[in-house]
């Protein structure tokens, strides 16, 4: 299985771009990259995945290299609401090739500040 | 869009008490997934089913069993719970993964 490295905190002005790195070196070529994010007692909430192509939708932007060995979200205009753990996630094939086990690392605590 | 319900958000239960924590998912989604989350370990895997009446053992299912009788709901069962079972439980579902509120669930 994968593993995933991310920074284990940030800090973002409020208004401005976020930038989350992850780090996935070991990535094989027919896994996906999966961002989650959670705040405080809640559920896990799906940002967005991609496998080489960039990739963008309302919420946020997904950068992945070339080499598909690192990949960077974008949170666009940050607000005070985005605080959250932003993790990063590898997908792999279950056996049967129905989903896959997500393998949650400790993600990046992000913190937007007035 | 896929909504999963978890029947509580906080649940306290005594040592040795059997435990059952329900799931419901409003779409016809065939994976199924219980993960319990603490501090410091991240999200583990305890039990997945792809299908009803059928489930396989994830990376911590010592403890813990599962019953899926019905698409739609999953349900974690604690046959006789102990401390070391504190934890939020999470249930989650196929394509995209949506999850539910979770369950913070104390043995004391």
């Known amino acids: 299985d994968a593993k995933t490295t991310q920074p284990p905190s940030m800090d973002c002005a409020e208004g401005r771009a976020a930038n989350l790195p992850c780090n996935h070196s070991?990535?094989?070529?027919?896994?996906?990259v999966y961002w989650y994010r959670q705040i405080h007692s809640q559920g896990p909430q799906y940002i967005i995945h991609g496998l080489k192509n960039n990739e963008t939708n309302e919420m946020a932007s997904l950068i992945i290299t070339e080499d598909r060995k690192s990949s960077t979200l974008i949170l666009p205009h940050a607000t005070l609401r985005d605080t959250a753990v932003y993790y990063c996630?590898?997908?792999?094939?279950?056996?049967?090739?129905?989903?896959?086990?997500?393998?949650f690392g400790q993600g990046t605590e992000l913190s937007v500040k007035p | 869009d896929v909504k999963v319900t978890q029947s509580s958000r906080y649940l306290v239960k005594r040592t040795g008490e059997k435990v059952f924590l329900e799931c419901v998912q409003d779409?016809?989604?065939?994976?199924m997934f219980w993960y319990r989350q603490d501090p410091g370990l991240g999200l583990r895997l305890i039990y997945f089913?792809?299908?009803?009446?059928?489930?396989e053992k994830g990376d911590i299912p010592e403890g813990y069993s599962v019953s899926r009788e019905k698409k739609e709901r999953f349900s974690l069962i604690l046959e006789s719970a102990s401390t070391n079972q504190t934890s939020m439980y999470l249930c989650?579902?196929?394509?995209?993964?949506?999850f539910g509120s979770g369950t913070r669930l104390t043995v004391v």
């Open positions: 070991t990535i094989s070529g027919n896994e996906y």
């Open positions: 989650a579902t196929d394509t995209g993964y949506t």
């Open positions: 996630i590898v997908r792999v094939e279950w056996i049967y090739n129905q989903g896959g086990k997500l393998i």
């Open positions: 089913s792809y299908d009803v009446k059928m489930k």
């Open positions: 779409m016809d989604h065939e994976n």
